[in-house]
């Protein structure tokens, strides 16, 4: 939610009044960085994404430890794949990258991956569960992923 509110900062002293003490926030936002470096269309409802330093620093400033940084979505620039040969290659990772935007992503990924046949290679990128693996990261490696989750104390 909070690439798209004005005020990202508001949001997040709220989430640290509510929390109690040893309470734990799950926050995620795109990678504002990231996005910013593909070629891809920008979400018009995102006011701002986060990048790594953006996230770390507005839970720092709201009195929130990190405790850990995972990212999702592994981010490999198109030009280094040699699957972008393929005719509809594009459009694929197109229809992908649109149904991830939405609020429906995961099952949108499932259908698209049930409905197309994809090479070896497209497939073991995606990878074949039935969700979007995390993994965690650290903030050296935050801009391999185009969405970044914090995991903060309060």
């Given at each position: 939610t909070i690439e798209h509110l004005?005020?990202?900062?508001?949001l997040v002293?709220?989430?640290?009044?509510?929390?109690?003490p040893g309470g734990v926030l799950i926050m995620s936002s795109p990678n504002g960085t990231v996005t910013q470096m593909t070629n891809e269309?920008?979400?018009?409802?995102?006011?701002?994404?986060?990048?790594?330093?953006?996230?770390?620093?507005?839970?720092?400033?709201?009195?929130?430890?990190?405790?850990?940084l995972y990212g999702q979505w592994k981010y490999i620039p198109v030009q280094t794949m040699s699957l972008m040969r393929g005719r509809h290659f594009k459009s694929i990772i197109n229809s992908i990258y649109q149904a991830t935007r939405h609020?429906?992503?995961?099952?949108?990924?499932?259908?698209?991956?049930?409905?197309?046949?994809?090479?070896?290679?497209?497939?073991?990128?995606?990878?074949?569960?039935?969700?979007?693996?995390?993994?965690?990261?650290?903030p050296e490696t935050a801009d391999g992923f185009k969405v970044l989750i914090a995991i903060a104390r309060k």
């Amino acid at each position: 939610t909070i690439e798209h509110l004005n005020n990202q900062q508001l949001l997040v002293r709220e989430f640290q009044r509510v929390l109690k003490p040893g309470g734990v926030l799950i926050m995620s936002s795109p990678n504002g960085t990231v996005t910013q470096m593909t070629n891809e269309p920008p979400n018009p409802f995102h006011i701002h994404e986060l990048s790594n330093s953006e996230l770390t620093n507005i839970l720092i400033s709201n009195s929130l430890k990190q405790e850990g940084l995972y990212g999702q979505w592994k981010y490999i620039p198109v030009q280094t794949m040699s699957l972008m040969r393929g005719r509809h290659f594009k459009s694929i990772i197109n229809s992908i990258y649109q149904a991830t935007r939405h609020f429906k992503r995961f099952k949108a990924i499932q259908k698209l991956g049930r409905n197309l046949k994809f090479t070896e290679k497209f497939s073991s990128y995606m990878g074949e569960s039935k969700y979007i693996p995390i993994q965690s990261i650290t903030p050296e490696t935050a801009d391999g992923f185009k969405v970044l989750i914090a995991i903060a104390r309060k």
